[in-house]
């Protein structure tokens, strides 16, 4: 079976630089995925990691280790828009199925 | 470009009555197609994945089925809906291989009376 944890809620300022971390046990592994979600709308993907290392897109970037089970997300240059929910996804081996964290809420405060 | 079209986006229906939504994908052949479910404040939980013409694998046991009849139809049913069956419906797919980045339909908010 496969866990997924990561914090429910955080808080950061406009302009500020947020970390959102991701611990996972899974008995397979191809790949950690980071999805945004907005209030009463369908996850978007933004971010995936298969090997170790940091990967960058613009003002987002996410980080894997694969040994240590963990990930993380950093947003940098926070916007207003940035407020939503962030679900951190691993995808097993087996026909490319994912299993979801419950999400970590971010409020962007001005 | 691919697309993905969910419906219907809202529906509130009582308990013991039949459930049809349908998804269907464009501009890619043979994709992997996924139902998953979300609880209020909760991650998603994957119910039924399909990996070709009338493939379905369960992933959970309830009163939900899951029909391919199409390469890029996914169609999820119930004969009679409970009151724990209410959420919201997120049908998805993905290339089937490499990177399998899930691309999301809009969704559809079940309410069970």
């Known amino acids: 079976g496969q866990n997924i944890d990561q914090p429910t809620e955080m808080t950061a300022t406009e302009g500020a630089i947020v970390q959102i971390n991701c611990t996972y046990q899974t008995s397979g592994f191809n790949g950690l995925f980071w999805y945004q979600q907005h209030a009463g709308e369908a996850p978007t993907f933004l971010s995936y990691n298969v090997l170790d290392g940091l990967e960058e897109k613009g003002r987002f970037s996410s980080f894997l280790s694969r040994s240590k089970g963990y990930s993380y997300l950093l947003l940098k240059e926070l916007q207003m828009k940035d407020s939503a929910s962030y679900l951190c996804a691993v995808c097993n081996t087996n026909a490319g199925k994912s299993t979801f964290g419950d999400g970590t809420t971010l409020t962007v405060k001005p | 470009s691919q697309t993905i079209h969910q419906w219907p986006a809202t529906l509130v229906q009582p308990v013991g009555s039949p459930l049809s939504l349908e998804c269907t994908v464009e501009g890619t052949s043979n994709p992997n197609l996924y139902w998953y479910r979300q609880a209020a404040g909760r991650g998603l939980q994957l119910l039924f994945y399909?990996?070709?013409?009338?493939?379905i694998s369960s992933e959970v046991p309830q009163n939900l089925s899951a029909s391919r009849p199409q390469d890029r139809q996914f169609i999820l049913s119930s004969k009679k809906l409970l009151l724990s069956d209410s959420g919201f419906y997120l049908c998805a797919w993905s290339l089937a291989s490499g990177a399998n980045v899930l691309t999301f339909g809009a969704g559809s908010r079940l309410t069970v009376l």
């Open positions: 399909s990996v070709g013409i009338g493939q």
